[in-house]
């Protein structure tokens, strides 16, 4: 519990128009003091940034009792990618009791990335602001933004999107997969279809596709598949005829939309693989852009 003799003269809060956010969107900010008592403010200041955490291999010289060596270690390293800062309360004499509200107003650039918060990439909004109290400690205030990815035309799911197929040539066939050739947005069901023409029989463990996700944040990177299907299992495939399958995959909704930006990558790939016991398995696969936050009204 806070004594009363160190309770703060000055109660500070922060609102932000609720989301979802888009690049060249306005932030809205309502800013309020609350003074206790009498107090003097010199400056009241926000900031909104957007930053990216990035790894990159460094090689050093060590030195050692025993003579010196080069090391290579990855080290964590953070990029401001946007960055702006308003003045919301020059030097003024509060009185008690008396609330000062003030109203600041950010636009966000057109090409402002997305909130990304990954296994490697991590791309983060956010707005601080502090406020300068003459005689006692500085108020301060932090908040996130999620900025979210322009969606594309409302449709009733992505199955109605039209297709793009992708082939892959191995030693007994041809396989070919059909994927979304437009966005996908986070939440949605991705359905397409698995086409295999072999030129002999094929016995297999199992036929299956999955949905991967794939990072890169400098020298560091992640991998993981976010959802499977396995379509067929222990199939023995004739030669001569197409087989075909449709599978049916889940899109997570998350923090994770497809993004290139200069130090960093998301990408979202749909895999099919034929499951070969003791052999390598034969694959075929396609990028799928992946967009999020939820509908505008």
């Keep these: 519990m806070v004594s009363r003799l160190r309770r703060p003269k000055v109660a500070f809060d922060m609102k932000i128009d609720d989301g979802p956010l888009y690049p060249g969107d306005e932030v809205h900010l309502d800013l309020t003091l609350h003074p206790r008592e009498k107090a003097e403010v010199r400056q009241g200041h926000v900031e909104i940034t957007c930053l ?81 109290v003459a005689k006692k400690r500085d108020l301060h205030l932090n908040t996130d933004l999620m900025v979210s990815t322009r969606q594309p035309p409302a449709s009733s799911g992505a199955e109605l999107e039209p297709m793009a197929r992708t082939e892959a040539t191995f030693e007994q066939g041809t396989m070919s997969l059909s994927v979304p050739s437009g966005p996908v947005r986070a939440g949605d069901t991705i359905t397409g279809t698995l086409q295999l023409n072999l030129r002999e029989g094929l016995s297999l463990r199992e036929v299956r596709v999955e949905l991967a996700r794939l990072e890169i944040a400098g020298h560091r990177s992640w991998s993981g598949v976010m959802d499977q299907q396995v379509i067929e299992e222990s199939p023995d495939l004739g030669a001569g005829r197409v087989h075909e399958w449709r599978y049916r995959l889940q899109v997570p909704a998350g923090p994770w939309p497809t993004i290139q930006t200069s130090r960093s990558s998301l990408e979202w790939r749909v895999r099919a ?25």
């Excluded at 990035?54 to 009792?65: F, H, L, P």
């Excluded at 609330?99 to 636009?107: A, E, M």
């Excluded at 693989?273 to 967009?291: I, T």
């Design 52 to 132: 990216q955490t990035y790894w990159q291999q460094v090689r050093r010289y060590v030195y050692s009792r025993y003579g010196g060596y080069y090391r290579t270690s990855l080290y964590r390293y953070t990029e401001v990618l946007f960055k702006d800062s308003q003045t919301f309360v020059q030097a003024t004499q509060l009185m008690t009791e008396m609330p000062l509200r003030k109203g600041n107003t950010f636009v966000l650039p057109d090409g402002a990335p997305p909130t990304v918060h990954g296994g490697a990439v991590n791309i983060h909004w956010g707005i601080a602001a502090s406020v300068d």
């Design 273 to 297: 693989v034929l499951d070969r016991r003791g052999k390598s398995d034969p694959v075929v696969e396609a990028a799928v852009g992946v967009h999020t936050g939820p509908d505008r009204v």
